[in-house]
């Protein structure tokens, strides 16, 4: 007990200093408060994506020549191009102007007078298949024609169907389907909607976390390699201990980190639950953000794992950047760390696909990967209880070893001034007791 009431006093003042003069810079405030504007306009995108689709209308005059086509036939080429929405005031990206019989000289003339956006000819050759005909200036390879294919596609086996004497609606009619568990009760009851949802946020979550151990941990090397350059880092050894430098500038840099990464993920936060009424003040329907998967279990595992994998990360990056005297070798320095940090970020996207295989199980537990793989089976829902508390502790444990081994690293950095960094090099200073 004696031993953490000597760290952390010492830790404490070096983590204030340190926490205090980075926020208080003017790029910090400048950088983070243009950050967190561009991530809440971010958050937008989906409302100028909307705006730009409802005000975004094309007319097609459809002249059908063809005799004997499925009743249904507008129906079908309406449902393809523009959705099977329930709302019958919703937007149409494509308004069909239907003219059986109707005349194609005429409909010509419409269309060189800009009325109509495209012609559409529907007749039949001479086996009795639709033939279409479109006529437009806009690119074969553009938006309309792409559009347009497909329904014209789903138009033409309709007309086929109906010619055989049956249906699409008659071919997918429901049938009976039995499923039953081979022992016990059925399992999970998780869909393939719920899968996907959980897929995706576990792969977004997971990219939060590498992005903030890569970006800030890099922070907090060139924050060491800075002041090691300066020589400020000699004279603060004389009156501290380097466990409690190191300790002392990872939690203030750190905090400083988190202070700016948790502002930005605010905005992105305040941004989506700000979409249903600037979406409805722009766009004029209602519409809300969405939060699928994202249970107060998952926020707290993701917050548990994102402090922890920051803080293990962060002492090794202090550590390395304590071996350099300038700021521009920490890169260089820091190279083997990143190799590991990026091996777990390809493992837990790698994972997601085979979330309940043996290797991704144990891996979960590996404290440089658990960050990634344990949360992505929190946020899937395969994870036992018992199994994210040994996570837990296990992180615990190798932060405390990296806190040990950082120290000795870091207080031998500080006598290596323009020499090269290499592997025996580390090793050597680990072992050495200062």
């Known amino acids: 007990m004696s031993g953490w009431r000597t760290l952390f006093p010492n830790a404490w003042y070096i983590a204030m200093r340190e926490y205090r003069g980075r926020v208080r810079a003017r790029s910090f405030v400048i950088g983070t408060g243009l950050l967190a504007v561009i991530a809440f306009g971010a958050a937008q995108l989906p409302i100028l994506i909307d705006l730009s689709l409802s005000t975004s209308q094309t007319r097609v005059a459809v002249v059908v020549t063809a005799t004997g086509m499925p009743s249904d036939s507008l129906a079908v080429l309406d449902r393809q191009l523009n959705g099977q929405s329930a709302d019958p005031n919703a937007h149409k990206a494509y308004v069909l102007s239907w003219m059986p019989g109707g005349d194609v ?3 010509r003339k419409d269309l060189e007078a800009g009325k109509t956006g495209a012609l559409l000819v529907i007749d039949r050759d001479a086996a009795g298949d639709l033939r279409f005909s479109i006529r437009t200036d806009m690119p074969a390879d553009g938006r309309v024609v792409q559009s347009m294919t497909p329904a014209l596609t789903s138009l033409e086996i309709e007309d086929r169907l109906f010619r055989a004497g049956t249906s699409t609606a008659a071919l997918l009619a429901p049938y009976d389907l039995t499923v039953s568990p081979v022992k016990g009760s059925p399992g999970g009851g998780r869909d393939a909607s719920t899968e996907i949802s959980n897929y995706l946020l576990s792969t977004g979550l997971i990219v939060l976390i590498f992005m903030a151990i890569v970006t800030y941990g890099v922070w907090v090397a060139m924050s060491v390699a800075e002041e090691k350059g300066s020589r400020v880092m000699e004279l ?178 500080v006598l290596l001034y323009g020499q090269r960094v290499g592997l025996r090099q580390i090793i050597r200073a680990a072992r050495v007791p200062r």
């Open 105 to 107: 000289a005429s409909a």
């Open 236 to 413: 603060m050894l004389n009156a501290t201990t380097p466990m409690q430098m190191l300790a002392g500038k990872m939690l203030g840099n750190g905090a400083a980190a988190l202070t700016q990464y948790g502002l930005i993920l605010a905005s992105v936060v305040g941004g989506l639950l700000a979409q249903a009424p600037i979406h409805k003040a722009v766009v004029g329907t209602e519409s809300s953000a969405q939060f699928g998967g994202l249970s107060p279990s998952v926020i707290g595992a993701f917050v548990v794992l994102f402090i922890l994998g920051f803080t293990l990360y962060s002492l090794l990056y202090a550590a390395l950047g304590s071996l350099v005297s300038r700021q521009e070798d920490v890169q260089s320095a820091t190279s083997p760390l990143m190799v590991m940090i990026m091996a777990g970020y390809f493992m837990s996207v790698a994972g997601l696909q085979a979330i309940d295989e043996t290797w991704v199980r144990v891996a979960s537990f590996v404290p440089f990967f658990s960050p990634y793989l344990m949360l992505a089976r929190v946020s899937a829902g395969h994870v036992e209880a018992w199994e994210f508390g040994l996570a837990v502790v296990l992180l615990l444990a190798a932060i405390a070893v990296a806190l040990f081994v950082a120290a000795r690293i870091y207080s031998a950095g």
